[in-house]
C-alpha cells in the first residue's frame, strides 16, 4: 500500500491549503458534523465554529492541510502552534461519504509527521464527543474537558 492509497485502496492526495479553500473546507467541516445526526439547532449553533475564513489558512499562527480524491476535498485538519512546542489540532474533519475508510487516520498520521519535522513535542485536541473512541484510537490520551465555544454547558473531551 502507497502513501497515497488506505486500506480501500483509495487513492488521495495530501496538499497545504490555501485560502481560496476556506468556503469549501467550511461546508466540508459542517457536512461532517452533521454525520453524527446532531439536530438543526445544534447545527444552527455549531456553524461559527465550523466556518473557517481565509486569514488562518494563509496565516504562520496555523497550518491547515487538505485531502483530495479526484481533485475533491474528502477531509482536511488544521494544527494552530502554541507556545513551548505545543500545537492544538483544530481541526479535523471527514466528508461524511469517507468515514470509516481511512482518511482520518491518515490525516491524524500527516499531522503527527508535520508536527515532528516543526520540533513540536505535543498536540493537544479537543474533540466531538463521537470521535474520542477514534483519537483514542490513533495513540492520544485523554486529558480532561474543555467547555464548548459554542454550547454552553457542553464539555468537550
Known sequence: MSD??????????????????????????????????????????????????AGPIGSNEYQFYVCENAGKPIGFYALQFLDNGVAELDALFVEKNFIGQGIGTVLIEHAKDIASQLNVAMIVIQGDPNAEEFYRSVGAVPAGYRESGSIPGRSLP
Open 4 to 53: 497515497n492509497e488506505t486500506s480501500s485502496n483509495l487513492q488521495f492526495a495530501i496538499r497545504t491549503a490555501v485560502p481560496s479553500d476556506a468556503s469549501a473546507l467550511s461546508k466540508l467541516a459542517f457536512r461532517s458534523k452533521a454525520y453524527w445526526g446532531y439536530d438543526i439547532d445544534f447545527m444552527k449553533r455549531t456553524r461559527n465554529e465550523l466556518t473557517y475564513d
